[in-house]
């Protein structure tokens, strides 16, 4: 057989083996720590709500805190977090 016969099978037999790599389950949540049940509400600067998504299964609700105290992971299932949700909601179409 010539040489380029012999590539050209060898090339096939590889390419009809060879599979793509399994996607791994990788999460990219952002609150990977424990979740705060309450936060002072006069510290809340502002509050940010990330739907469950294909990256992170859960549900996030992350406040950022005044004068750069950082940011908390706030426990969605809370009853802090889910009055002070209502409250905001209430505030925001009353103005």
């Known amino acids: 057989m010539k040489p380029a016969a012999v590539f050209l099978a060898v090339a096939c037999l590889f390419f009809a083996y060879v599979q793509g790599q399994p996607r791994?389950?990788?999460?990219?949540?952002?609150?990977?720590?424990?979740?705060?049940n309450a936060v002072r509400t006069q510290r809340i600067d502002k509050i940010e709500f990330y739907p469950a998504s294909a990256t992170c299964q859960n549900?996030?609700?992350?406040?950022?805190?005044?004068?750069?105290?950082?940011?908390?992971?706030l426990n969605p299932e809370s009853e802090f977090t889910q009055k002070y949700i209502i409250r905001s909601i209430k505030k925001r179409n009353a103005v």
């Open 24 to 36: 791994t389950n990788v999460r990219r949540c952002l609150c990977l720590g424990p979740l705060v």
């Open 59 to 73: 549900v996030e609700i992350i406040a950022t805190l005044k004068n750069g105290a950082g940011q908390k992971c």
